[in-house]
DNA sequence: ATGAAAGCGCTAACAG
DNA sequence: CTGTTAGCGCTTTCAT
């Protein structure tokens, strides 16, 4: 029962390859394929339950109906979230998603770069960690349909981009912090720093503090290894409990660095937000039902994805160059829940 | 800038496409192309940075290099953990993956078969959520390379699949909680109900409570509809606390639903595991963290998805149809934690 | 109203 | 040691 193609369609009924594809993709009018043979021939497709060979129309057509997703790790609930907005969107323009996790490596994002493009993707969705920014200098010389998101390369000009306004996001976290009475305020962040996202979050974390003229020390801006998450939260909380003053709120700078945060204090026996509070970059379902809940900044995901697919399709579709690209910058909501308490003076 | 192609650097060279290709697929040595021209070659693609086109190399070939991956919903932490296990086995194989969510509908999941078909994947791994098996029967009959995983047919004889004991998984739950002094015991579960696993987690509850003499009331074993499952539980709950003898315990089937009975709780200002012990079907990292930490039974994903991968592989390099199809069922593992209280008598 | 033929970029059998 | 040629299954121009 060997695979059935076009000519054996053709051939049974007494036709050309030539007019059976033109009735399969709705030519048939068009081309002024009598009523009668059209029918014959999707009568028999359907009868032979004919699947046409998309691999030979991509070669053909010179297009695949596949995008590329490169985010850091699907498992991770943020991207897994980004990925089925992604696959549903991309769906709604005919198109499918091949997901690839990068692990924060550097050499593994360049390679999936590679593989995608050989592989000969329409067009790719990025959340780079790529602190050499060759390949996606190389996208663009190239002018290969792509879009950034989450993380953008501000070195880079003119390059398509979605993302959060990650630095008013942490700033409004922690001016809450602020006017809840909080005065130490420490923010466990990630290193290295050079991803995007990571940096405004600090910046914002700094200003704040700045503004409100709480003096800021370095030791607060508190940098886990990406590596080894757990451990790193846990080393860099019992710091700041021997610290010269007492700290009583934690901005953490992702939901991966939160949840590591309320094992560690759980562990020490720490209460939340009793004797420290706790916001989350990053919103997840648990943190509504966690006790206490978890007060985090939530990100417009959905949009986020929409957006990004839109400017992909338009890129794609729009065979001639076109050099402005878009870069669209969304704004973040402070959710407040139980982990955030009020400092009475 | 135009792409650059086989047919481009052999001209540059002077030799043929063929030995280009030989080179490049590392099959200079086997035939006996000079070890001057094949530098030469390699120097030259590594130069212009030729990237071979794989859909013109899959289509010659009759193979993709690409498998297809079926849930129900990617976001889900379960799945979005599977999607990752599978993606980092198939990279080992040079493989690529293509994630698709059914969204637990029957229409949507046959025609992402026929899609994955018609993009010629070399392979696919299911988590079905057919009724229908039409279209299983299908991939069989035609020898298409499948394994199920999560959920299988047992009506569709000597198809592939990994899954894990469910009924003991379940039944062991129950015990635990019978040892703890618990009498009246409900289950939340899902409907439709026609899916195996569902299936045999349910008898698994029921079988428990035969076995130890407890009287089972089909009305502690509460249906609720996939489509609205936090309306559902919230309801369910109610009537159970309406029950003529007390409710000490719950077991959810899956861990939407466990999300969502502690939510419910919690709006009821029932305290877990004080009034009522809680155990969830599948476990999450969360659960470990949260206040109390809830008592969950756990699957060995990563074992499902490397031996469900190998033995995707094997079918599809084994040209020759084998006959004989692997069936592994593997066990859960009970991790008790906080929500599973003690009864006094 | 329909068909012949070329060709997408690659690989492999066969020939020299 | 290397090249010629055919062909994977499809679409499309051009002819009739």
Chains 1, 2 share one sequence.
Do not use: W
């Not at 193609?5 to 081309?31: F, H, P, R, Y």
């Amino acid at each position: 029962m060997k695979k059935i193609k076009l000519e054996d369609i053709a051939k049974k009924i007494g036709v050309s390859k030539t007019l059976v594809s033109m009735v399969l993709n709705g030519l048939g009018d068009k081309n002024g394929i009598k009523k009668e043979t059209q029918e014959k021939v999707m009568a028999l497709c359907k009868k032979l339950d004919y699947k046409p060979n998309k691999i030979a129309r991509s070669l053909r057509l010179g297009k695949t109906n596949t995008i590329g997703l490169i985010v850091a790790d699907i498992s991770n609930i943020f991207y897994a979230k980004m990925a089925r907005s992604v696959e549903d969107y991309c769906n709604k323009y005919g198109y499918n998603l091949i997901i690839c996790s990068s692990d924060e490596k550097d050499a593994k994002e360049a390679s999936i770069i590679k593989m995608l493009k050989e592989k000969q993707v329409d067009g790719l969705i990025i959340s780079s960690t790529l602190i050499d920014n060759t390949e996606i200098v190389a996208l663009k010389n190239e002018h290969f349909p792509f879009v950034l998101v989450d993380r953008y390369f501000p070195e880079v000009l003119n390059t398509n981009y979605v993302v959060v306004d990650n630095y008013h996001g942490a700033y409004s976290a922690v001016n809450h912090l602020i006017k809840n009475g909080h005065q130490t305020i420490a923010m466990l962040t990630i290193s290295p720093a050079h991803i995007t996202s990571v940096r405004d979050r600090n910046k914002g974390y700094t200003d704040a503090l700045l503004k409100a003229g709480i003096n800021n020390d370095h030791y607060l801006l508190c940098q886990i290894p990406f590596e080894n998450i757990e451990q790193g939260v846990e080393t860099e909380i019992k710091k700041l409990l021997s610290y010269q003053k007492k700290v009583t709120a934690i901005l953490a700078v992702n939901q991966n660095i939160a949840i590591a945060a309320i094992k560690a204090l759980r562990k020490l026996n720490i209460e939340i937000p009793k004797e420290i509070s706790l916001i989350s970059f990053d919103d997840l379902p648990f943190f509504e039902i966690m006790n206490p809940s978890i007060t985090a900044i939530a990100q417009p995901l959905d949009t986020i994805c929409k957006n990004a697919i839109e400017i992909l399709m338009t890129e794609i579709n729009n065979k001639s160059f076109t050099p402005e690209k878009s870069q669209l910058v969304l704004p973040t909501e402070l959710i407040v829940r139980n982990s955030s308490g009020i400092i009475k003076n």
